[in-house]
Each structure stands twice: as structure tokens, then as C-alpha cells.
């Protein structure tokens, strides 16, 4: 059984960055697909960045393109999510979540994935 805890949100001003990190245990974490969405107060959990089990490929959610970036390294049982220019909107609770194997299309929805950490709060203040 595969758990996944991440790390390192907070509280950051507009423009500020922070990075997320998600350490994976008890599975064989190089064989999978990894994700991460986030759910503000009151809203659905949304798609925010996918990565490919070896991160030659990537994917992210329009809102954070260009801001955000996904990676890992498998050595370590890791994937981080560099959050930079952060907005107010990107104030949500951030998990990291491993996708089903084989992935399934697409990869930016909740049934893609099969385990999920306990999220981290990340709120940027305007």
C-alpha cells in the first residue's frame, strides 16, 4: 500500500514562489505516472500538473502553465512542485496522487489516479 505525504506549503504573498514536495513509500514508485491537484474552500478538487513515471513528459492544468513545474526523481521517491508568480487563486489545499498503471486518458481527471496523500495548504495573500 503506497502513501504519499507531502510538503512544504504555506502562506506567500502575490508573486511570491513555494515548492511542494511529495514522498512516496511503500510502492514501486519509478513504475508510476504522478499528479497533483488542488481543492479551494467550497470548490472541486482540480487537475493542476501530471508527470510521466521517468518526467519525460509533462502536463499542466492552463492556469499554471508557465508558472508551475512538475518533477522527481526516483532515486529518492520524490516529485516537487515548483509554484512560482503565485496568485491569490492558487490559494487550495495542494495533493500529490499517483496515477492508476497502465495510465489511463486523459490524465487531468480525479478517476485517473488511485492513491492520494493528505494535502498541503498553500495560501498566497494578495
Known amino acids: 500500500q503506497v502513501q504519499l505525504v507531502e510538503s512544504g506549503g504555506g502562506l506567500v504573498q502575490a508573486g511570491g514562489s513555494l515548492r511542494l514536495s511529495c514522498a512516496a513509500s511503500g510502492g514501486a514508485f519509478s513504475r508510476y505516472a504522478m499528479g497533483w491537484f488542488r481543492q479551494a474552500p467550497g470548490k472541486e478538487r482540480d487537475f493542476v500538473a501530471f508527470?510521466?513515471?521517468?518526467?519525460?513528459?509533462?502536463y499542466y492544468a492552463d492556469s499554471v502553465k508557465g508558472r508551475f513545474t512538475i518533477s522527481r526523481e526516483n532515486a529518492k521517491n520524490t516529485v516537487t512542485l515548483q509554484m512560482n508568480s503565485l496568485k491569490p487563486e492558487d490559494t487550495a489545499l495542494y495533493y500529490c496522487?499517483?496515477?492508476?498503471?497502465?495510465?489511463?486518458?486523459?490524465?487531468?481527471?480525479?478517476?485517473?489516479?488511485?492513491?492520494w496523500g493528505q494535502g498541503t495548504q498553500v495560501t498566497v495573500s494578495s
Open positions: 508527470i510521466n513515471w521517468n518526467g519525460g513528459s509533462t
Open positions: 496522487a499517483r496515477a492508476k498503471f497502465p495510465p489511463t486518458q486523459p490524465v487531468g481527471v480525479m478517476s485517473a489516479y488511485d492513491s
